[in-house]
């Protein structure tokens, strides 16, 4: 997700709420883009209807599995 000062993505927290992390963007490859920040292994991020979410905010996630590239 764009901003004024760079990049962010949306991780899902406990209780189905969101916390914005802000982000780098790296090298890409087909569909994938590598993301740096404050990110861990297994971390659930928003990849679609990002755009109008708030940190805090409650969401029903709907999990995806992507193919890697």
Known sequence: M???NGWAVFVLQPGD???QVDV???EGAGQWVEIQ???Q???RV???GNE???PGQTVRP???EYATP
Do not use: F, N, Y
Request: aromatic share 0%.
């Open 62 to 64: 709907a999990p995806r």
């Open 24 to 26: 780098v963007i790296g």
């Open 17 to 19: 709420t969101v916390k």
């Open 37 to 39: 920040g404050e990110l």
């Open 46 to 48: 928003v990849t679609r």
């Open 2 to 4: 764009s901003q004024e």
């Open 52 to 54: 109008r979410l708030r």
């Open 41 to 43: 292994p297994g971390d």
